[in-house]
């Protein structure tokens, strides 16, 4: 079901913003506060509320990334954090003091630091993408960001978005001039981690229905079975998303397929402990990895890969696989080859956002 927050908190520097407007319009039956979080403590865990403000900082940012493992570069434009998903293992659980949907409204800055670096590198490739501290689409249905945010990268001649999701709210992306800059991005997971871990999201049948709808809008797709999660009839199920996803899909269509095993950092333990006691994800065996990061044994991780790429090759041959924040010994190891470094796992990235634009 597509969020409507019950409650809006609306910081009072961003109460002109044009977006602002949208929103309240898309929000008929939800009451109104003009006021800081910091006058709302009693709603800083609360799912059902949207908070407006502004982004202080920068939009634009590398991905935080992990040291000692190879990264992709990838750039975050942070439109927002957290979302109204509520999955048992989100990282932000343990980065953010804060679990409230939010929005950044102050999106001029955005395009202004946006313009300046793309001029200011005009040989370069941007690869940017809004879904790292929060779901690039489970607000589009109030924010409309995308009807802004994909003619714009489709102007660009040196960057390129994605956009990656849990849900299927795509109804904005139809009609869009996007001259094939944006990707649109699908997070996947065995049903049963659907299910049990990924409360609040659509089943993969309704993300898969959503890929294919913008397959036909004529977007470049991409996937990410991140985080590969171990549980008893793992082989199963994520052999079975994978079947679907090609009866789905045109895999010329797909321009990356991500792959990342379940990790955390230790502070996230106690937290998924309270707050989703009945699951089950943390207690398999662990060993600490060279960033600090909790993760399965290598031979588990190479098991998994192995499994589900030979899946992947099956349906879609030459599609481009990575993994995300992997040692150089499992690509080796599972994808028969090692980018030599950050920067080039970055440019066959890149290169694949250039086919065909
Ligand atoms: S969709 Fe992403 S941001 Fe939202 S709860 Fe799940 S992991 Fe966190």
Redesign the pocket.
Known sequence: MKFQPQKIIISPEVKNAPMVKTILHNCPTASIKYTTIDHEPACLHQKNVLLLTQNKGNFYKPCPGTISYLCCLYKILNIGV??????S?????AYLEHSIPTVHVNIEKMIEELDGRFDQYPSRVFRIGT?E???SL?FDHLTEFSKMLIPYFALKDNAFLELK??TDIIDNLGNLDHRQKTVVSW?LNASRIVREE?HN?PSVDRRLLAAKKCQDWGYKLAFHFDPIIFFPGWEIEYQDVIDELFSMVNPSRVVWISLGCFRYIPKLKPIIQEKFSESRIIYEEFIRGLDGKMRYLEVIREQMYSQLISRIRKHAPNVFLYFCMESPKIWQKCLGFCPANNGELQSLLNEQCLKGS
């Open positions: 957290n979302c109204p998903l509520s999955c293992y989100c990282i932000l659980q879904g501290f929060t779901d489970a999701t849990k997070s990924e999201a």
